[in-house]
């Protein structure tokens, strides 16, 4: 590929990153995120636009505000369009005001904001959220009190549910797909050559060596690993040394844009934005793949839970999941919510219709899910961390 070429592709991947919400997707998706949960965005640290009640020291609301931390794109506060202002709607329907919204851009953000102060309501991965609820830094939530929960596909809302309690309200969700660049790999689309190969972005994450543990192809249950399966995908990880690990989904997008990259872990969206920035890539074939979901939970010790729950019954209401998913690139809890800005969301997450997409996809719990497993005690999630943090740093 020419200099010229590089830059162009780089430059358009660039820019639909950086001018997200300005359209629908069609298939241009609206707005990227550097998660994930994960890929979401540059962070942002503070509510933007109109001035909001000083925040209280504490996450008490019982003066009718809400303090709320969540990821870029989920919950938009300034301007005057409501393509980019669904929370300033919210504090003028329901009476209640936001004192604090904190955005960040990784689940170790959140998890640092939320060592440093308690928040309202949050929202939460799986890893992340599995910790809140083993600390007791979140509360079981009614969802009778919550309308519009059960028109949540009930596979998400059983993610949330421990002991028979609810703790979060699905709010977007996503899986990851292995892309590839169709001129460079010819002949070898299988997931075992993705980890077999020094072109590669992997997502850098610890839930990644459950995508590690398909390729391997000894574990039913990639988020359920013996200490033999944990070793076993490891191993598979460390055979190359020199693999990429993103945190930003921009340096995916530039690594195909450039040529410096045969394969990647990522989303539906971001492939369907290498196809509008001219880039040939496409999504390999797998039996099973790996998703997860983000829910809004609430914040543990509140007194007084209205306004609370009235956000709750405003990020489950199809308008602000259809604002979101069209924003943030991600799909829906809500069927309901898959028409107009978030159809094309929708369609690319198979959601709806007679797509068999979600069948296959293995939603992330945190280490280590249902275990003790029948062959063996299951490894925990710092043991997964610890093991990724070594391998990454190497």
Not at 17 to 33: H, L, Y
Request: glycine residues 8%; contains cysteine; hydrophobic residues 35%.
């Amino acid at each position: 590929m020419n200099r010229r070429r590089a830059c162009a592709l780089a430059l358009a991947a660039s820019a639909l990153v950086a001018g997200m919400g300005a359209a629908t997707p069609g298939p241009a998706p609206a707005e990227a995120r550097s998660q994930t949960s994960a890929a979401r965005p540059t962070p942002t640290a503070t509510l933007r636009g109109t001035p909001t009640p000083t925040p209280t020291p504490s996450a008490t609301q019982s003066d009718g505000t809400l303090q709320i931390l969540t990821y870029r794109g989920y919950a938009e506060y300034g301007g005057t369009s409501p393509k980019v202002n669904w929370v300033g709607s919210f504090e003028k329907e329901t009476g209640c005001r936001i004192a604090r919204l904190d955005a960040v851009q990784t689940a170790k953000d959140m998890d640092d904001r939320l060592k440093e102060r308690p928040y309202d309501v949050v929202s939460a991965g799986p890893a992340l959220a599995g910790s809140l609820i083993q600390n007791k830094q979140v509360q079981a939530i009614d969802p009778a009190k919550v309308t519009g929960y059960e028109d949540i596909e009930k596979r998400l809302r059983d993610l949330s549910t421990v002991s028979g309690k609810v703790y979060g309200v699905p709010y977007l969700w996503a899986y990851h797909e292995f892309i590839y660049d169709s001129t460079m790999v010819k002949g070898g689309d299988d997931l075992k050559q993705v980890f077999g190969s020094d072109r590669v972005a992997l997502k850098d994450s610890p839930l990644s060596i459950a995508d590690a543990a398909l390729a391997e192809g000894s574990a039913d249950e990639p988020f359920e690993l013996t200490e033999a399966q944990l070793d076993r995908a490891m191993a598979l990880l460390e055979e190359h040394k020199e693999r990429t690990y993103w945190k930003n989904p921009i340096d995916l997008l530039k690594g195909f844009a450039t040529g410096s990259l045969d394969y990647a872990q990522a989303t539906p969206y971001y492939r369907l934005l290498l196809q509008q920035a001219g880039k040939q890539v496409k999504a390999l074939e797998t039996r099973k793949t790996t998703g997860w979901v983000d829910s809004w939970m609430l914040g543990a010790n509140l007194p007084d839970t209205t306004c609370a729950y009235r956000w709750l019954n405003w990020v489950s209401a199809p308008g602000a999941q259809r604002d979101a998913a069209a924003w943030a690139g991600m799909a829906p809890a809500s069927d309901k919510a898959c028409k107009g800005r978030a159809k094309p969301m929708c369609e690319a997450y198979g959601m709806g219709g007679k797509s068999k997409a979600l069948d296959r996809v293995v939603f992330a719990v945190r280490p280590p899910g249902g275990c003790p497993a029948e062959d063996g005690e299951c490894t925990n999630y710092d043991a997964w961390t610890r093991r990724w943090t070594e391998l990454v740093a190497k």
